[in-house]
């Protein structure tokens, strides 16, 4: 059990965390994203406004999320990374579908958002990659 597998604050000081359990290297696995808080400035301190109640924004059975970048903008969304031990691992893309979806491009700032959470994802995934399904090699998904 990683109560906290991955951790990000976004621009408004919203804490982001992402908690993920596993039974072995054959699963089950469990994963979900919290807003665990707020950081925030009282004067010249760091203010911790603790969530009163974990709730999950998202929820993925069968994946263990280990890591997360948060896409600013509002085409913005988040970009997770699994670590599934036997079974590989995925990068999952949500969020707008303003970066991604048809015949919708990344843009400016976003897209450079975007390769670095790509980057950073990548870089914490250690099985074999596949992205929102499909393997490297995999055509079928074009």
């Known amino acids: 059990m990683r109560h906290i597998s ?3 604050v976004d ?3 919203i804490v982001y965390i992402t908690s993920a359990s596993d039974a072995g290297d054959d699963g089950p ?3 979900a994203l919290y807003v665990a808080g707020y950081l925030g400035f009282s004067g010249n301190k760091i203010v911790w406004k603790q969530n009163s109640q974990l709730v999950p924004l998202y929820r993925a059975d069968y994946r263990k999320i280990e890591g997360m970048e948060l896409v600013p903008g509002n085409a913005g969304g988040v970009v997770f990374g699994t670590d599934d031990e036997n079974f590989g691992s995925y990068v999952y893309v ?3 579908g303003e970066w991604g979806v048809g015949d919708k491009k990344i ?3 976003e897209r450079k ?3 670095i959470s790509l980057i950073s994802i990548f870089l914490i995934s250690y099985g074999n990659l596949t992205c929102n399904g499909y393997s490297p090699g995999d055509r ?3």
């Open 113 to 115: 958002y975007f390769l």
């Open 29 to 31: 696995f469990q994963s």
């Open 11 to 13: 621009s408004a000081g």
């Open 107 to 109: 843009r400016g700032q």
């Open 94 to 96: 949500m969020g707008s």
């Open 140 to 142: 079928t998904g074009d």
């Open 6 to 8: 991955d951790i990000k």
